[in-house]
């Protein structure tokens, strides 16, 4: 017996040692396993409202699609709403995005003024909040701004009609709805290349809401005054669009020239076969993508630019071919 455990002791206590070692690892690869898993707080799908302006705007339609496709890649869960130009309805789909528990927001603001409320709300309910495209008041409270600066495009419209008419001559201007911050800056950059050219007459000036039919009418009108008209400066390219058809209807496509702004596919073409002087193009797919990054990056806590521009660019016969959608 004594011959025999001394025999397997030795053998005891190696398989004693070798169970202890490998619990000892066990113990050591569990935390380890653990800490490859993803945390529960970056599994969680963003969830993101945002309010547009007006979706019977071509434009504006532009920049949805541009947002969804951006959440669709990130698997940002959207809840979208359409303000139908309409800053009251956008204050209350923006406080249905707070009730639902969204964890960003983004305003495509129809009314500088009358959007400021939708801001404090957002700020009030500690939710980041993204502007895009349009400017309120108090964007200096949102987290972060996304667009162009609208100043820079009446300027740039001005100035192409100014090369084209020779620096006189009579044209109209087709204003966006009053008060909204495009028109007003879009205004500020016309009447600022305008002043240069003491031969160039504004004889008449009107709103048309952006709106296409709108334009239609009013071109229309003016035209059957009798007054001379050689230039229209449209605000966006829907109503550079339909006063471009009151004109052709009326027989005096040669005599009229025509520019809108935006680059919308129906005025690339227009521009394309010459029957606009030009457009000027602004970057929906990048406002409304580059929008759904900064509100997803807030919703994470990190760090934006609040101000973000993407400039405009002239478009002309010469070169709109680099601006159509097959391009």
């Known amino acids: 017996m004594k011959t025999i455990m001394k025999k397997t002791k030795p053998f005891l206590m190696a398989a004693l040692l070798a169970a202890a070692v490998s619990g000892c690892n066990q113990k050591q690869n569990a935390p380890t396993e653990q800490n490859q898993q993803t945390p529960e707080s970056q599994l969680k799908q963003i969830t993101i409202g945002i309010s547009y302006q007006n979706l019977q705007n071509e434009f504006i339609i532009n920049i949805q699609d541009a947002v969804q496709a951006e959440a669709k890649k990130l698997n940002v869960k959207l809840i ?26 983004i305003l495509n603001p129809y009314d500088k003024e009358g959007d400021v409320r939708v801001v404090d709300a957002a700020v009030a309910a500690q939710k980041p909040i993204v502007v895009v495209n349009a400017i309120v008041s108090n964007l200096d409270k949102a987290n972060a ?4 600066r609208d100043a820079e495009a009446g300027r740039i419209e001005a100035q192409r009609m100014m090369d084209v008419l020779g620096g006189k001559g009579n044209v109209v201007i087709i204003h966006g709805p009053n008060g909204h911050s495009a028109e007003v800056q879009r205004t500020e950059g016309i009447r600022e290349i305008l002043t240069n050219y003491p031969d160039v007459k504004v004889v008449f000036e009107q709103t048309a809401n952006w709106d296409r039919a709108q334009a239609l009418d009013l071109m229309q009108n003016w035209l ?38 935006d680059a919308i596919p129906d005025a690339l073409k227009a521009v394309a076969d010459g029957k606009m002087i030009g457009t000027v193009f602004q970057d929906a797919k990048g406002q409304g993508t580059m929008a759904v990054d900064m509100a997803v990056n807030l919703a994470q806590g990190k760090p ?24």
Do not use: C, R, W
């Open 145 to 148: 701004y996304v667009g162009s």
């Open 304 to 327: 934006v630019q609040h101000d973000n521009y993407i400039p405009f660019q002239l478009v002309t016969k010469t070169n709109v071919v680099q601006f159509m959608p097959s391009n």
């Open 224 to 261: 059957a005054s009798g007054q001379k008209i050689d230039g229209v400066l449209a605000q966006n390219d829907e109503m550079a669009l339909g006063a471009l058809k009151a004109v052709e209807a009326a027989g005096k496509q040669d005599q009229i020239a025509v520019i809108g702004i």
């Open 80 to 105: 979208e709403s359409d303000g139908q130009g309409s800053a009251d309805s956008q204050y209350s789909q923006i406080q249905n995005f707070l009730a639902e528990g969204v964890d960003a927001i």
